[in-house]
């Protein structure tokens, strides 16, 4: 439960069956570092995400999705920063 608002944390993020109450691009960012890692292409992936986190920033599943897809850039030398570097982008 958010304090100042009173909303419910946990159900404040978008379902993906109802896009109409979608954030703008939410969907299309998050569904394109989808792809990007199941291409091994993580640091598109890391934007992507980055991008979708912008739009909705109370979605802690991309997070989740972000943080792995820095830690798997990392280990494939696609990057050598920090998996935190990813949240400088926002």
Do not use: W
């Amino acid at each position: 439960m958010h304090m100042a608002t009173g909303t419910n944390i946990a159900t404040s993020a978008p379902d993906p069956g109802d896009k109409s109450r979608a954030p703008s691009g939410f969907f299309k960012f998050n569904d394109r570092g989808d792809d990007a890692v199941k291409k091994k292409n993580f640091e598109y992936a890391v934007q992507s995400y980055t991008d979708a986190l912008r739009t909705h920033p109370d979605e802690t599943e991309t997070y989740k999705k972000l943080y792995a897809a820095c830690r798997e850039r990392r280990a494939s030398g696609q990057s050598k920063g920090s998996p935190l570097d990813a949240l400088t982008y926002m």
